[in-house]
């Protein structure tokens, strides 16, 4: 047993449609010191031969099929429930490892005072920082992204009010979104996993919120490094339109859980008032397809949320 803490982890990656990007990510995985018998591949439901696929390319994993696609966060949970583990690391299909050892500093994070969830530093295809660092939503830091404010506050802010932190140090922060997202066994269970009140989008702000509330801390390590290409599944079928929709649907519900009545009133509120500020921009400046973008994003926000379903 190596003293990394990786023969104790279980990695859970989803699958729905996109077995090479699923093969990749998780060969990734293995060559960072991941046991393959440590790495569940769930298949959400896919209708294009994926599992038998991905059981030939990846024999020595765990693989489970779904007969329907039952959303990010009920999946996650599934797969999180084939494994005893120490640590549960959850990587997005379309994330990959960039630098040596990014799996075994996650885990390590973990072993701070305190810390319930860690998540590593983001590039994109060409190496520049994605910022995934980001702010909780309250009606302070919905101001602060409605009016723009976002850009001008000093870096020793960032992290807390709005995304444009620079990413370069390790250290405490409020959420961050989840491509590659580790949590601690206790905290996972305490948790409950993921919330399944949406179909995706959200389930990892919502999952440092809570951790938050129970008195965890959140961790970003910047000596792990993941290459994330972005939404890769909803992109089979959502337009940009529609994927903001979506996130502002599943960012409502959040905000509305976790704000209660008026706070989460407000929140939306103001956010709103942003989008509907930036439609009006987008459309006199004849950027058509911003100012859809920014509606929907309205649309997303009023819309009353569907019921939640039932935990499989």
């Not at 602060?144 to 390790?170: K, V």
């Not at 993941?226 to 599943?250: K, P, Q």
């Not at 929907?296 to 499989?312: Q, W």
Request: with cysteine; proline share 5%.
């Amino acid at each position: 047993m190596n003293g990394n803490g990786l023969e104790t982890t279980c990695c859970v990656v989803l699958n729905w449609n996109l077995p090479d990007l699923t093969v990749r990510c998780v060969q990734a995985l293995v060559a960072d010191g991941v046991p393959a018998n440590r790495i569940v591949v769930v298949d959400n439901g896919s209708t294009d031969g994926s599992p038998e696929l991905l059981e030939r390319e990846l024999p020595d994993c765990r693989h489970l099929r779904l007969p329907t696609n039952i959303g990010f966060a009920r999946a996650s949970n599934v797969g999180a429930r084939e494994l005893e583990a120490d640590t549960y690391v959850f990587v997005n299909n379309d994330a990959f490892v960039a630098s040596a050892g990014s799996v075994a500093r996650l885990v390590e994070a973990l072993a701070r005072p305190g810390v319930g969830v860690a998540v590593p530093r983001l590039v994109n295809e060409d190496g520049t920082l994605q910022r995934n660092v980001v702010p909780l939503s309250t009606p302070v830091t919905a101001v602060i992204r409605a009016t723009g404010l976002s850009r001008f506050l000093p870096d020793s802010l960032q992290p807390r009010f709005s995304t444009h932190w620079n990413h370069e140090s390790s250290r405490y922060i409020d959420a961050a979104n989840g491509a590659v997202l580790a949590v601690g066994r206790d905290t996972w269970r305490a948790l409950g996993g993921y919330v399944e009140r949406a179909w995706m989008y959200s389930e990892d702000l919502d999952l440092c919120w809570r951790a938050r509330k129970l008195g965890r801390k959140i961790w970003f390590e910047r000596g792990s490094e993941f290459m994330h290409l972005g939404n890769a599944s909803g992109s089979i079928v959502y337009t940009d339109v529609m994927r903001a929709e979506l996130v502002s649907l599943s960012d409502g519900q959040m905000i509305r859980s976790e704000l209660g009545p008026v706070r989460g009133r407000a929140t939306i509120g103001i956010l709103c008032l942003g989008l509907l500020v930036r439609t009006a921009v987008f459309a006199a400046t004849g950027q058509r397809a911003g100012a859809r973008w920014a509606l929907a994003g309205v649309r997303g926000y009023l819309k009353r949320p569907p019921a939640t379903p039932a935990r499989s």
